[in-house]
Antibody
Framework: QVQLQESGPGLVKPSETLSLTCTVS??????????WSWIRQPPGKGLEWIGY???????NYNPSLKSRVTMSLDTSKNHFSLNLYSVTAADTAMYYC?????????WGQGTLVTVSS | DIQMTQSPSTLSASIGDRVIISCRAS??????LAWYQQKPNKAPKLLIY???TLQSGVPSRFRGSGSGTFFSLTINNLQPDDFATYYC????????FGQGTKVEV
């Protein structure tokens, strides 16, 4: 079955760019017309949807983050990526990727990103 | 933006109890609502989608209901494995989560 795995730096400096990749195994990022989302969770807090990228590469972002987010799809590596620009301490969170069928399933295990100098 | 509000924020329960968690949307989301269970240091797990459809492998003691702006998750005969935090999520417009309900002993 489909499995997802996040990867990327665990520490990012304020004002810099947070870049993460989600590698998909057990299926193709372009198969079955799937969508792929990023979701984050600050320590001890709730879940926030960041946005999704479709199998065609079209995107849809949370309006509250839209000005700082881009997502991309790499079909040759079967992964999709997140860039979050101009980060602050408020962007410190566990970042999850997930297959988006409107509901999210499955999820990656998550990767903790801390924003600190 | 559609806001999702869950109640209660924390719920104390015992094994064998029936537990009901509420989720209210700031505007109608039709039946486009899902529920997740999250345990500490784990990714959320999909329990229910489209208000009441049980995800494969999820025990039948979990039941979802509602429509429009008011939804509920019922857990019958609470089991030790059910102590966790539960989130609702709408997908009518963008995607938005509720703030979570922690079910504790």
């Amino acid at each position: 079955q489909v499995q997802l795995q996040e990867s990327g730096p665990g520490l990012v400096k304020p004002s810099e760019t947070l870049s993460l990749t989600c590698t998909v195994s057990g299926g193709s990022v372009t198969s079955n017309k799937h969508y792929w989302s990023w979701i984050r969770q600050p320590p001890g807090k709730g879940l926030e949807w960041i946005g999704y990228i479709s199998y065609t590469g079209s995107t849809n972002y949370n309006p509250s983050l839209k000005s700082r987010v881009t997502m991309s799809l790499d079909t040759s590596k079967n992964h999709f990526s997140l860039n979050l620009y101009s980060v602050t301490a408020a962007d410190t969170a566990m970042y999850y990727c997930a297959r988006d069928q409107a509901q999210f399933d499955p999820w990656g295990q998550g990767t903790l990103v801390t924003v600190s100098s | 933006d559609i806001q999702m509000t869950q109640s209660p924020s924390t719920l104390s329960a015992s094994i064998g109890d029936r537990v009901i968690i509420s989720c209210r949307a700031s505007q109608s989301v039709s039946s486009w609502l899902a529920w997740y269970q999250q345990k500490p240091n784990k990714a959320p797990k999909l329990l229910i989608y489209k208000t009441s459809t049980l995800q494969s492998g999820v025990p039948s003691r979990f039941r979802g209901s509602g429509s429009g702006t008011f939804f509920s998750l019922t857990i019958n005969n609470l089991q030790p494995d059910d102590f966790a935090t539960y989130y609702c999520q709408q997908y009518a417009t963008y995607r938005t989560f509720g703030q979570g309900t922690k079910v504790e002993v």
